[in-house]
């Protein structure tokens, strides 16, 4: 069990235990009270925003241990300016990456979703109205907006998908529950270009790229921006950062085939 989710499990236990004091022998000092609640909210908070420490669920963010290669992924597609650019990029230098699609995008433009898979590609899910602040949101509501975006991938293509990342990589309490009724694994990353805003420069965004490539990393970059109004440094940072793969004789991989080997 990943520390962090002992220690929700510990604060969780030492909050049942000074509620029962309070009620069997005496309420507690209102500072103390205080305290132990927001300790509490800020941890709960760490665990959401800090999803690599497995607080709520099970995330992989890099290969298993004898991995060989790197996985290239991509958020926020399909996208019809930017993402077949990604995709003839990756054609000519003969990698597969993994797309994690947002729903009503897939649903706009499922001649590419059905490219990206034609093209050796994974898919996986992005959430269906990539809301910021999902991690805030109902279990119906999450679990409501996962289930919609799976099921438009299904109807386009004809599989299920079984990878999920998360808006903004936050992964609440609702969400892990949702995730793992609709048997989703969720996948985070090691390596973040910072491309996903309009002012990134392809050289520093391949730069940060490069500074972590290695066996088992797992790269995160866009293929399209959230809301369409801008191009992705990622595209222009893409042959820089395959260049530097090849010299270092590092190839790319797709995250389902290391989950398969598990």
Same mark, same amino acid.
Do not use: C, N
């Given at each position: %069990?990943?520390?962090? $989710?002992?220690?929700? +499990?510990?604060? #969780? ?13 005496q309420p ?5 009270a205080?305290? !132990?609640?927001?300790? +509490?909210l ?8 800090f999803?690599r +420490?497995? %607080?709520f ?7 298993p241990?004898?991995?060989t290669?790197?996985? /290239?992924?991509?958020?926020?597609g399909? *996208?019809?300016?930017? #993402?077949?650019?990604? /995709? ?13 699609v ?11 979703? @059905? ?11 992005h959430s +269906?109205?990539?809301? =910021?602040?999902m991690?805030?949101r109902?279990p $119906?509501?999450?679990? =409501?907006?996962l ?5 438009v991938?299904?109807?386009i293509?004809?599989? =299920?998908? $079984?990878?999920f =990342? ?7 309490? !609702? %969400?892990? @529950?949702?995730?793992?009724a ?5 996948v985070?990353w090691?390596?973040r ?6 002012g !990134? ?5 391949? $730069? ?15 293929d399209?921006?959230?809301r369409? *109004?801008?191009?992705?440094a990622?595209?222009?940072?893409l ?10 004789r590092?190839?790319?991989v797709r ?6 080997e598990?």
């Amino acid at each position: %069990m990943p520390p962090a $989710r002992v220690l929700f +499990y510990a604060a #969780t236990a030492g909050g049942l235990a000074l509620s029962a004091f309070a009620v069997v022998y005496q309420p507690p000092p209102t500072w103390v009270a205080i305290t !132990a609640l927001l300790g +509490y909210l800020a941890l709960i908070t760490l665990g959401v925003t800090f999803s690599r +420490y497995s %607080m709520f669920a099970d995330v992989v963010t890099a290969g298993p241990a004898d991995a060989t290669g790197a996985a /290239l992924t991509f958020d926020d597609g399909p *996208d019809p300016e930017t #993402t077949p650019r990604v /995709l003839e990029l990756l054609e000519e230098a003969g990698v597969k990456a993994t797309f994690f699609v947002i729903g009503k995008k897939a649903e706009a433009h499922p001649e590419l979703v @059905r490219d990206i898979l034609a093209r050796g590609h994974a898919l996986g899910v992005h959430s +269906y109205a990539h809301e =910021r602040f999902m991690s805030l949101r109902s279990p $119906r509501h999450v679990e =409501r907006d996962l289930g919609r975006s799976v099921a438009v991938i299904e109807e386009i293509t004809g599989f =299920r998908p $079984r990878l999920f =990342r998360a808006p903004i990589g936050h992964i609440s309490p !609702a %969400m892990a @529950r949702a995730a793992k009724a609709l048997e989703l694994t969720v996948v985070g990353w090691s390596v973040r270009g910072v491309d996903g805003w309009s002012g !990134a420069q392809p050289e520093k965004v391949a $730069r940060k790229v490069t500074a972590g490539l290695e066996d088992g990393a797992i790269v995160l970059l866009h293929d399209a921006s959230e809301r369409g *109004d801008f191009v992705p440094a990622s595209i222009a940072a893409l042959p820089l950062v395959i260049e530097a793969a090849e010299r270092r004789r590092l190839p790319f991989v797709r995250v389902d085939r290391w989950l398969a080997e598990a």
